[in-house]
């Protein structure tokens, strides 16, 4: 069982940086793939990018690849995505997700789910 809590979400400009973070309880953190997942006004939950247990893979949605980067410290109990170049089409509520058997771009694949914290960038 996990708790994720995310923060890191604001406003911010086209062309800037966010650093979402994402914070988990529970004593099994570093067993389960981690993913992040966002979902805009009206559109369906998207695939973000994910990261496995010991964070050597990573995976990313089209769409962000060479801007986005996902990360974990299995220490701290942690996975971040680290936004660069954002663009208008980025603006959602980005969710943290944990997956008790493997990283994913599935969203069903995903056991536990953050309340979201949102990014919205303007023009």
């Known amino acids: 069982q996990v708790q994720l809590v995310e923060s890191g979400g604001g406003l911010v400009q086209a062309g800037g940086s966010l650093r979402l973070s994402c914070v988990a309880s529970g004593r099994s953190f570093s067993t389960y793939g981690m993913g992040w997942f966002r979902q805009a006004p009206g559109k369906e939950r998207e695939f973000v990018a994910a990261?496995?247990?010991?964070?050597?893979?990573?995976t990313y949605a089209d769409s962000v690849r060479g801007r986005f980067t996902i990360s974990r410290d299995n220490v701290k109990n942690t996975v971040s995505l680290q936004m660069n170049s954002l663009k208008p089409e980025d603006t959602a509520v980005y969710l943290c997700a944990a997956n008790r058997l493997y990283s994913s771009r599935t969203s069903k694949d995903y056991d536990y789910w953050g309340q979201g914290t949102q990014v919205t960038v303007s023009s």
């Open positions: 990261i496995s247990r010991s964070g050597n893979i990573t």
